[in-house]
T-cell receptor
Framework: DTGVSQDPRHKITKRGQNVTFRCDPI?????LYWYRQTLGQGPEFLTY????????KSRLLSDRFSAERPKGSFSTLEIQRTEQGDSAMYLC??????????FGPGTRLTVL | LAKTTQPISMDSYEGQEVNITCSHN???????ITWYQQFPSQGPRFIIQ???TKVTNEVASLFIPADRKSSTLSLPRVSLSDTAVYYC??????????FGTGTRLQVFP
């Protein structure tokens, strides 16, 4: 399978814990995006990388959120001190230079 | 970024053609029109993208009038597996995607 992959697919955690998600983009896609989707809503942009550089962050990305893309390949999204409001589907997408974004299956986070 | 307006929901029967229209009155000159499909608990799947006139692929057709203020996604002969949420997006393809709430298509047998 050469699509975008995300790990884990599901994560259940207790409030206050830290969680980290991983995204592996399609090979040679230099752009990588993170989105968040809550029930009944469309995905909302969080941040994006061009190669290893993080070029834009949404105001939705509070100080508890951090994303990295070392070496311009896979990316991680960490949420510190999770809150119940962080429960959502976290989606990763990748694209080649100036082209269509392709999404992964998402990581569903449930914060108890 | 141009705002889009599309129906909240649509119903159809298997075998029928479904047309979902999206309004985007403030579309900019360099904006493209992109449609995504999303099934429950899955990421959005790219369906089709166009700039003007008509675009067709193996899944759907996209009709864009000359003024580009609207577009219509056409799904020929839908099946039960086409039941999903369909999002119309307008913007620079190099930029972040701005999703609305989409159109929930329900296909009945």
């Amino acid at each position: 399978d050469t699509g975008v992959s995300q790990d884990p697919r599901h994560k259940i955690t207790k409030r206050g814990q830290n969680v980290t998600f991983r995204c592996d983009p399609i090979s040679e896609h230099n752009r990588l995006y993170w989105y968040r989707q809550t029930l009944g809503q469309g995905p909302e942009f969080l941040t994006y990388f061009q190669n290893e550089a993080q070029l834009e962050k949404s105001r939705l990305l509070s100080d508890r959120f951090s994303a990295e893309r070392p070496k311009g390949s896979f990316s991680t999204l960490e949420i510190q001190r999770t809150e119940q409001g962080d429960s959502a589907m976290y989606l990763c997408a990748s694209s080649p230079w100036e082209d269509t974004q392709y999404f992964g299956p998402g990581t569903r986070l449930t914060v108890l | 970024l141009a705002k889009t307006t599309q129906p909240i929901s649509m119903d159809s029967y298997e075998g029928q053609e479904v047309n979902i229209t999206c309004s985007h009155n403030n579309i900019a000159t360099n904006d493209y029109i992109t449609w995504y499909q999303q099934f429950p608990s899955q990421g959005p799947r790219f369906i089709i993208q166009g700039y003007k006139t008509k675009v067709t692929n193996e899944v759907a057709s996209l009709f864009i009038p000359a003024d580009r203020k609207s577009s219509t996604l056409s799904l020929p002969r839908v099946s039960l597996s086409d039941t999903a949420v369909y999002y119309c997006l307008v913007g620079d393809i190099t930029d972040k995607l701005i999703f609305g709430t989409g159109t929930r298509l329900q296909v009945f047998p």
